[in-house]
């Protein structure tokens, strides 16, 4: 019996001294800050995302890349994968650029629909997706926000 409650208490010692090794980290914070038009066909888009990360944690993140989904006016405009590594300082912020390829005509015309007022207005998102890390036991930590951009030329 007492081998048995010293067994139980091991383990249950190990499983708490578990958690100290895993970092617990908060998801940083992506948003777009412009998607900026590259090249365009009926069939084809060409897209360069400017993102901004903020780290609201108290350790540096080595970011070896993510993946994401973006969708704009409730439709997937872009999703893609980004292998942009870079480090976002411990309670910093950084941006990066990743070009995207999309094949969807009928969201770009209806986000231009509205002539050349569209450039430069605020266009609604919604980015989700995973950001995963070089370093530490935590190899991925997901996100998703909402928030605006402008359509540039």
């Not at 989904?69 to 480090?87: D, I, P, R, T, W």
């Not at 209806?110 to 266009?123: F, K, R, T």
């Amino acid at each position: 019996m007492r081998v048995r409650a010293i067994s139980i208490l091991v383990a249950l010692l190990a499983l708490a001294g578990c958690s100290v090794f895993v970092p617990r980290l908060e998801t940083p914070k992506l948003s777009v800050v412009n998607v900026q038009i590259l090249k365009s066909s009926i069939w084809q888009q060409q897209l360069r995302v400017r993102m901004h990360v903020d780290n609201p944690n108290d350790r540096a993140l080595p970011i070896k890349g993510l993946t994401y989904v973006l969708e704009v006016n409730e439709q997937e405009f872009a999703h893609g994968q980004s292998a942009a590594s870079f480090v976002v300082p411990a309670l910093g912020e950084a941006e990066f650029d990743t070009n995207v390829t999309a094949n969807l005509a009928g969201t770009l015309i209806a986000m231009l629909g509205h002539g050349s007022d569209a450039l430069g207005q605020n266009v609604v998102y919604h980015l989700s997706g995973k950001v995963f890390l070089s370093e530490g036991l935590l190899r991925s930590v997901p996100f998703d926000q909402h928030g605006t951009f402008k359509l540039q030329n």
